[in-house]
């Protein structure tokens, strides 16, 4: 099955993709889409020598959860902060969080989420791989935005990426 489908994910997800970019689904959409969705991934596979083992499931699901609440209630904190106190109340800090992640991906996912969730912004990774800079719009204390991270992020994605 590997040697078909090298990667499964990405596999479904260009499928999907094409689908989506195509507005509606046809016999043609997805005997083409289907068609990308087998060689891509095999013509990328030389690319990915050591593809991080995902686990998909319960623990992709809850994060995904844990995610998606996480950003609803971060955009109502953010326009609280933005409409009801001054600029000059804002504790905006840079943030440095260790990593206990080892693989690209799960360092990626990790940075993406924070990105994605208002009022934090993850800026750059050190060179070695084990630290992040974050950016935070009001943190009145850093360590325990370390530790909220810590816990709330990477230890599910050290459950996915195990």
């Known amino acids: 099955m590997r040697r078909l489908l090298p990667h499964p994910a990405l596999s479904a997800m260009l499928l999907i993709v094409w689908l989506l970019m195509a507005n509606r689904v046809t016999v043609g959409g997805i005997v083409l889409g289907g068609f990308f969705a087998l060689v ?81 912004v993850s800026a750059d990774v050190s060179a070695d791989g084990r630290f992040l800079l974050v950016h935070a719009l009001d943190a009145a204390d850093p360590a325990a935005e370390v530790a909220w991270i810590k816990a709330r992020y990477e230890a599910r994605l050290q459950r996915i990426f195990a």
């Open 40 to 120: 891509l991934p095999k013509f990328t596979e030389p690319f990915w020598p050591a593809r991080p083992r995902v686990r998909f499931g319960r623990a992709l699901v809850g994060y995904l959860a844990i995610v998606l609440f996480d950003i609803v209630v971060a955009n109502f904190q953010v326009a609280a902060l933005i409409l009801l106190r001054r600029n000059a109340d804002l504790r905006a800090r840079w943030l440095v969080v260790p990593i206990d992640l080892t693989t690209p991906e799960a360092i990626t996912m990790l940075a993406g989420t924070i990105s994605l969730t208002p009022g934090t």
